[in-house]
């Protein structure tokens, strides 16, 4: 297709910085919006652009960090907040939290028939701001407080993981929650379950899923010793330890762990799986009788993990015994 001499380049230097395009002036908006006519752009927000081919290339986060980044420079006076700014911020979510394509900015005064079908406001008194790679965006503990307000738990609990594994104290949030009048009953299990140790999403949505069916909580990275190279040690994702002796241990198994790379061959793979075998010989030499493993179908279907947690015998928590209630 032929190139346009203003709409182009402003595609070309907006895709350079990761972000989208938007038109400022009348003749700008016609020009976009007739490419997006013939299908060659994509808008995900109201007067925001980016090429077709470009956008699929893009995960669901990267695209709101380029929507976010246009919109910031269109109105410069918004403050991000929620799950638009968790994208900023980098903080660890299910990318399915940004299916609506909903734009979430911070506010004094609630959403009114004006605004965008695509925006939403979340009111606050005092609107607090800082700049991340040049977006204003609320500061970390407001971000993930305000997800904790917006998403199941089972979505949240891999924010305040991140946060906490940037150094955040679950405590400030906790108090933060009080200086902004809102109802802990979500955000106080967020708080208290939050843990540094979890490595990332992924097992952190796995936790989820096991405290959401009210499992014993299992401790994070625990270490066992590696007879091949005592200077270095194994950890694994949760491991459960009984009073009379037995210990359980679960893997998170990641989406395509043992898929062939292209630049992996046969042997490469026999590798694999045979230190996966030795790492298994080893922590039942070391006491532990079982090991379980799940992937992301079972996360996603957590009766299938469920199963497997009872089959393996990890107990449920004792009503009043350390259980922190869980609004979905």
Not at 95 to 105: E, F, K, P, R
Request: charged content about 25%; overall charge neutral; aromatic content about 8%.
């Amino acid at each position: 297709m032929r190139r346009h001499d203003i709409i182009d380049p402003m595609l070309d230097e907006a895709q350079e910085n990761a972000r989208c395009a938007y038109g400022t002036t009348p003749a700008q908006r016609r020009a976009f919006r007739r490419r997006l006519s013939e299908g060659t752009l994509v808008s995900p927000y109201l007067n925001v652009y980016a090429r077709t081919d470009y956008w699929a290339t893009l995960n669901p986060i990267e695209r709101v960090r380029h929507t976010v980044g246009a919109l910031g420079r269109e109105h410069p006076g918004w403050v991000f907040a929620g799950p638009s700014a968790a994208c900023i911020h980098d903080l660890d979510h299910p990318y399915a939290v940004h299916d609506s394509g909903i734009v979430h900015i911070a506010s004094t005064h609630a959403s009114h028939a004006k605004d965008h079908g695509r925006l939403k406001r979340i009111r606050m008194r005092v609107v607090p701001a800082v700049t991340v790679s040049g977006i204003r965006v609320t500061p970390v503990e407001h971000t993930i407080l305000d997800c904790g307000m917006l998403l199941p738990f089972n979505d949240a609990l891999p924010l305040f993981d991140s946060a906490a594994r940037a150094g955040v104290a679950m405590s400030d949030v906790a108090a933060l929650c009080g200086e902004r009048r809102l109802d802990g009953a979500r955000i106080l299990p967020l708080c208290a379950y939050a843990d540094p140790l979890s490595d990332n999403g992924g097992e952190s949505r796995a936790r989820a899923a096991i405290i959401a069916k009210g499992f014993v909580v299992p401790e994070l990275q625990h270490r066992f010793e590696n007879p091949a190279n005592p200077a270095s040690f194994y950890r694994t994702d949760f491991t459960w330890t009984f009073p009379d002796g037995r210990i359980v241990v679960a893997e998170y198994d990641g989406m395509g762990k043992y898929v062939m790379e292209s630049n992996m061959n046969r042997s490469s793979i026999q590798q694999k799986v045979h230190d996966e075998r030795a790492r298994e010989e080893h922590l039942r030499m070391q006491g532990v009788q079982s090991i379980i493993r799940f992937e992301y179908e079972d996360v996603m279907h957590p009766g299938r993990l469920e199963r497997k947690l009872l089959d393996a015998g990890i107990p449920k928590r004792r009503q009043g015994a350390g259980a922190i209630p869980l609004l979905p």
